[in-house]
């Protein structure tokens, strides 16, 4: 594998359900990145996690649970989520957070869909 | 905080040469980027400028003014492969990353 893999790719699920969403970055990277990309909207930010500590956290809801057991896995945990956080959930990484020059390469995304 | 603007969708035939503008506020800056999205699939980097000037690339060429706030992508010698939404950013003082909305770009025999 190369680059950034996430898995799902597809997910629907019920507001009642717990499911976890897994990205995995083979790229020798020390930052990694949530992102949720709504139709018609700019990419928003959720977390970011700098050397496995989480530097960002962009006042997402609770029902979202970012975890990063190393620098190249991070989770995202879904718990009672709303048919509002429908969205392409994408992962990036970049070889550190706080420094000029590194672009963020991004996983496929998970298609979420909340029913 | 930042704000990004760029056209929602433009057209073009093949061959042709596409212009996609990028004006941005920002608190500080640290740069701007430009991906390249095709349906369904991920972002994928194309350009980065933190200077003033162009930065030619093959057929992709990205232009930087900081005292304007603007930024433009020009896309040469089009073909159907470019059809996809091309995203400018913008790394803030505080080296966050913020995305414009994106603009959906179709090729045309």
């Known amino acids: 594998e190369t680059g950034v893999t996430q898995t799902p790719r597809h997910l629907v699920m019920g507001m009642t359900n717990k499911k976890s969403l897994k990205c995995e970055q083979h790229l020798g990277h020390n930052a990694m990145y949530w992102y949720k990309q709504s139709a018609k909207k700019p990419l928003e930010l959720m977390f970011v996690y700098n050397f496995k500590e989480q530097t960002e956290n962009n006042s997402v809801p609770s029902r979202f649970s970012p975890e990063c057991p190393n620098s190249s896995h991070l989770f995202l945990h879904l718990h009672t989520l709303q048919p509002e956080d429908s969205a392409l959930y994408l992962c990036a990484s970049s070889q550190e957070e706080g420094t000029s020059g590194h672009e963020q390469y991004f996983g496929p995304g998970t298609r979420l869909t909340v029913t | 905080g930042q704000s990004l603007e760029q056209p929602s969708e433009v057209t073009a035939v093949e061959g042709a040469i596409v212009q996609i503008n990028c004006t941005y506020q920002t608190s500080g800056f640290n740069g701007l980027f430009w991906y390249q999205q095709h349906a369904g699939e991920a972002p994928t980097f194309l350009s980065y400028n933190v200077l003033d000037g162009l930065e030619e690339k093959g057929r992709f060429s990205s232009f930087l003014s900081r005292s304007k706030g603007y930024s433009y992508l020009l896309l040469k010698e089009l073909q159907m492969k470019d059809s996809a939404s091309y995203l400018c950013?913008?790394?803030?003082?505080?080296?966050?990353?913020?995305f414009g909305a994106g603009t959906t770009v179709t090729v045309r025999a």
């Open positions: 950013a913008v790394r803030s003082g505080d080296y966050k990353l913020s």
